[in-house]
C-alpha cells in the first residue's frame, strides 16, 4: 500500500505501457511510418518542420541493442513516450485535486467508518491497524482514472502504436504542463536560493517541445496566463520573462542547427537539404503547408463537425461525459485551472480545425488532454458522492474503473495495429514485382513510397529501384536527393530540369511566377524521366498517376508511348510492342479486419489493377492467365464489384 501510495503515478504509466503492447505494430503503417522510421534510424532530415529532437532520441534508441528490428524499436519508442506522457498527466491531475480545496472537503477521518483489522505484532500483542482510504488516496485514484481515460482515448492510444512525432508531442506537453502546475504553485520560499529556478525548468520543457514540433506553440496562451497570474508584478514579469528566453532560445537553436549539419553530411532521407539559409527557414517554419492553413470557412466548418462528432468516440462517451461532469466541477472549485483548460482547449480546436489536411485528428490531441483534467475532477466528484454515502471502498474503485473498462474495449479495435502487416507486404510486394533496377514514378506515399524509405535505406530490400515521388518532384531539394541515390536516373534531361528549377524559384521565395511555364517545363521534365531512361531501366507508373492526373491532363506520356496494367502498378512501353508479361497475382497481403480509410483505399487500387489486368489477358486470349487474375480479385477482395465479362471467367 504504501509502495502505491509513493509511486501511483509510475504504476499507472506501467500498467498502460504494458496494455500498449497488444495493440504495438510490429512494422511499418500508413503515412509518414516508414519515412520517420528511416529518418531515426540514419538520423537522416525529416518531412518540415524537421522534429530533430525527435529523430536525435529516436536514433539513439534504435542503437541500443535490443532483439528487435529497427522499425519495431521506432514504434516501441512510441508506447514509451505515450506511457510517460500518462505518468505526468496523473502527477499533473493530482497537483490540481489538491490545490482545488477537495481533499479538506472530503468524509475522511473520523466521518468515515474505517475497517479495521488485527495483526500480532513481534511483541504479541495485535495493535489496530486502519485499512480506510489515506489522505491522498480518493485525490491519486481520481487522477489514475482521468489518466487512463486519457491513455485509452482514441487518438492519444493510437500514438503509441507506431512511429510518430505525436507520441513524443504529447509526452513533452504533460511534461510541461506538469512543471509549469509546480512552478505555478511554488511558494516563496519553496526556493529561496533561485527563485526563478521552476520557471527555468517550463523554459527548459517549453523549448524541448518546440525543438520536436512547431504546435507547441499552443500551450502558450495557456502558459501565459498561469504565468501573470502568479506574477503580477509587471518589472519582475517580464525580467523572468527576458531569462526564460535567454534559455528557451538558445536549447530551440541547438537542435534546428543539427537539421543543416546532418544535411550537409548527405544522409540517405535529407528532405529539404536545408543546407542554406533559405532552405533552413522554410524547411523549420512549414512554409509548403501554408497553403492549407486558414483556406477557407467552409473547410473549418468541414474540421469543427468532424471534432463534435468524433469527441464521443474518442472518449467512448461515458469518459466524455466524466469530463463534462468534471468540467463544472472544476469551474466551480477551481477556477483558474477551468481557465487553464478551456484556453487550451480552445486555442487547441482553433488553431486545428482551420489546417485543411486528411489526417487532421493528431492536431487535436492537446484538446482531449484538457478534456481529460476536467475528467479528473469528475472522477474526484463521483468519488467523492460515494463517500458522503459510506460506500465501501472497493466498491467505489469498481464503480469508478467501469467507464475505463468500457473506453477500453470499445476503442480496443479501433487502435489495435497488432496484426496490421498489410503496409509492410503490400510495399514489398510492389517492390518484389519489377525487374532488377526498374524506376517507380508514384504519389501513394500514405501506402508505400513513405514505407519504402525504411525497406530500401534500413533493410536494404530493393535499394536497386529508383522510387521517384511525383509531387516531390515540384520541389527543387527533391533533385539533390534524386541525384544523390540513383544519380543517372537524370541523365538527358538536366537542361530540363535547370529551366524548371528556374521558374520553380519565384515560386519556392512567395514572388511572382508563371503558372503555365512552370507547368509547361515540370511536365517536360515527367516525359524526359521517361524517355530517357527508357531501354536503361524499367519504367512503372502508379495506378493514381493514371486514373488520376492523365485524365486530368496533369501527366502526358511522351509521343509513342503507352502503359499496360502490369500486377501493382502501368508498365511504360513502346506503342506497338504487342503482348507485354507480368507475374501471377501469387503475393499474399495480410490485410487487418479494421479496414481504415488507407486500407480501403489500398484494396481499391490493387483490385482495379488485377482486373485491367484479366481485361488485357484477354485481349491477347490468355483466358487461363485472365482468369488466375480474377480469382485473385474475388478471392482476396470480395466486396469489390467484377465486371461481368471478367466474372463469367469464375464459372
Known sequence: MTFFKKYYAWLSGFFVFLLYLLTLAPTVLQIDSGELAA??????????????????????????????????????????????????FVKSAVLMLERSGFPENWPLGRDYPQKRKKKIGKNGIKPEITMGFPKKGPVAFAAVTAGLILAFSRTFWFQSTSVEVYSLHVFLLCLLIFFLLKAYFAEKNDHEKF????????????????????????????LAFLFFIKEKKIKEAVRKVLLMLA?????????????????????????????????????????????????????????????????PEEFAVVGLLIALGGSYIMYKRFKRMFYFSMITLVVTVFYSINFDILDIDAYFLLAYISLAFFAAFGAAGLIRYFLKRKMNIRVIGIIILIPVVVQFAVNFKYVDQSNNFAFHDYTKAVLQSTEENSIIFSY???????QSYYFQFVENFRSDIAIIDKELLRRSWYYDQVRAQHADVLTGIEKDVERFLVELAPFEEGGEFNPEQLDFYFKKVMAGLISENYGKREFYIGPEIIFDDMNRGEFVLPDGFTVVPHLFLYKVI??????????????????????????????????????????????????????????????????????????ELLN
Not at 501513394?444 to 513513405?450: E, I, R, T
Request: charged share 15%.
Open 195 to 222: 527563485p526563478l529556478a521552476p520557471w527555468l525548468v517550463v523554459a527548459v520543457c517549453l523549448a524541448l517541445g518546440f525543438a520536436n514540433h512547431i504546435t507547441f506553440l499552443l500551450i502558450i496562451p495557456g
Open 444 to 450: 501513394q506515399w500514405d501506402l508505400f513510397v513513405s
Open 574 to 647: 513502346r506503342a506497338g510492342e504487342g503482348y507485354i508479361p507480368a507475374p501471377l497475382p501469387d503475393f499474399d497481403i495480410r490485410m487487418p479486419k479494421q479496414k481504415s480509410s488507407y486500407i480501403q483505399y489500398m484494396e481499391r487500387m490493387i483490385v482495379t489493377v488485377l482486373l485491367n489486368r484479366a481485361a488485357y489477358e484477354l485481349q491477347y486470349s490468355n483466358r487461363d492467365r485472365a482468369k488466375a487474375f480474377v480469382q485473385k480479385a474475388a478471392r482476396d477482395f470480395p466486396r469489390f464489384d467484377i465486371h461481368p465479362q471478367l466474372r
Open 39 to 88: 529518418v531515426q534510424a540514419k538520423w537522416g532530415v525529416a518531412h518540415p518542420s524537421g522534429y530533430p529532437l525527435f529523430a536525435l532520441l529516436g536514433f539513439l534508441f534504435i542503437k541500443i541493442a535490443l532483439p528487435f528490428s529497427a522499425i519495431f524499436k521506432a514504434n516501441l519508442l512510441s508506447a514509451v513516450w505515450c506511457s510517460l506522457a500518462v505518468v505526468f
Open 247 to 311: 534559455v528557451f532560445f538558445p536549447i530551440v537553436a541547438g537542435f534546428y542547427l543539427l537539421l543543416p549539419l546532418r544535411a550537409s553530411q548527405y544522409p540517405m532521407i535529407n528532405w529539404g537539404n536545408v543546407t542554406n539559409l533559405k532552405r533552413f527557414i522554410q524547411h523549420v517554419t512549414g512554409r509548403q503547408y501554408n497553403v492549407w492553413m486558414f483556406s477557407s470557412f467552409e473547410s473549418a466548418h468541414k474540421n469543427f463537425s468532424y471534432f463534435l462528432k468524433k469527441l
